[in-house]
C-alpha cells in the first residue's frame, strides 16, 4: 500500500505572509492541526505550521499572534515523502523526524497531500503502535530534519536547499537554484517563474 491511497489529497495550503489569524481560522474550517507554508510560484512546501506552533513561537512567548505571519512561526524546512512511498516507508519518515503528520509532495515538488498518524494507523494498526511510541518519545535531542529539497524553477531539477548552488528571493519566498546560470536567468524575470499557482 502507498502513501497515494492513505493520503488527503490537496490539502489546504497557505502562503508565508498569510496573517497568524487567518492561518488559524483555516485550521479552524478545515479541521486541520498542521497546514503547508507554500511558495507562491507552485505550491512547494517552504516549512509548515502546526496549532502548537502558534501557540509555543507566538502565544507563549508574549508575541501579538494578530502582527504575525505563517512564516513567523512555521517550521523550516519540510520534510516530505512521496505519493509513491510505501506506508512503511512514510511511517518510517515520521517516526525518525517525529512527525505527527506530513506533506506529500509530487514529482515537481508541488504539495498533492498530507498524511497524519491517524491515516497511517486506520491502514496498519501493526504499525501505527511503534510509530505513535516513537513519535511521542521524550528521550534525548528532537530529530533533525531531513535534508530539505526544492526544485529549481527555472530548469525543473530538484535541488538540495543547503547544497544550493545560488538562492534567491521574490514575493515573500525563497528559491533555489542548481547553478549560477539558472539563478540568473531567474532574476532577469523572475515574475516568469514565480508566477501564482
Known amino acids: 500500500m502507498t502513501v497515494r491511497e492513505i493520503m488527503t489529497r490537496s490539502p489546504v495550503c497557505c502562503p508565508p505572509g498569510m496573517p ?6 483555516l485550521m479552524l474550517d478545515f479541521d486541520c492541526g498542521e497546514i503547508p507554508v507554500v511558495s ?4 512547494q512546501p517552504i516549512g509548515v505550521i502546526t496549532d502548537r506552533d502558534i501557540i509555543c513561537r507566538a502565544v507563549a512567548l508574549g508575541k501579538n499572534p494578530l ?4 512564516k513567523d512561526c512555521m517550521t523550516s524546512p519540510v520534510v516530505t515523502v512521496t505519493p509513491d512511498a510505501s506506508i512503511e516507508q512514510c511511517a518510517e519518515v515520521m517516526e525518525t523526524h517525529r512527525l505527527r503528520r506530513i506533506p506529500v509532495v ?3 515538488g508541488s504539495c498533492c497531500g ?9 491502514r496498519m494498526p501493526e504499525v501505527a503502535g ?6 511521542s518519545r521524550h528521550d534525548g535531542p528532537p530529530a533533525q530534519p531531513a535534508e530539505a529539497m526544492a526544485t529549481d524553477p527555472v530548469c525543473g531539477r530538484r535541488v538540495a536547499m543547503a547544497a544550493a548552488g545560488a ?3 521574490f514575493d515573500g519566498a525563497a528559491f533555489y537554484f542548481c547553478s549560477e546560470a539558472c539563478q540568473q536567468t531567474f532574476d532577469e524575470r523572475p515574475e516568469a517563474y514565480a ?3
Open 106 to 108: 509530487d514529482a515537481a
Open 114 to 122: 498530507i498524511v497524519s498518524q491517524a491515516d497511517v494507523a486506520l
Open 167 to 169: 538562492t534567491s528571493f
Open 130 to 135: 511503534q510509530m505513535v511510541n516513537a513519535i
Open 40 to 43: 507562491s510560484s507552485a505550491n
Open 195 to 197: 508566477a501564482p499557482a
Open 20 to 25: 497568524l489569524r487567518d492561518v488559524a481560522k
Open 67 to 70: 502582527e504575525l505571519t505563517a
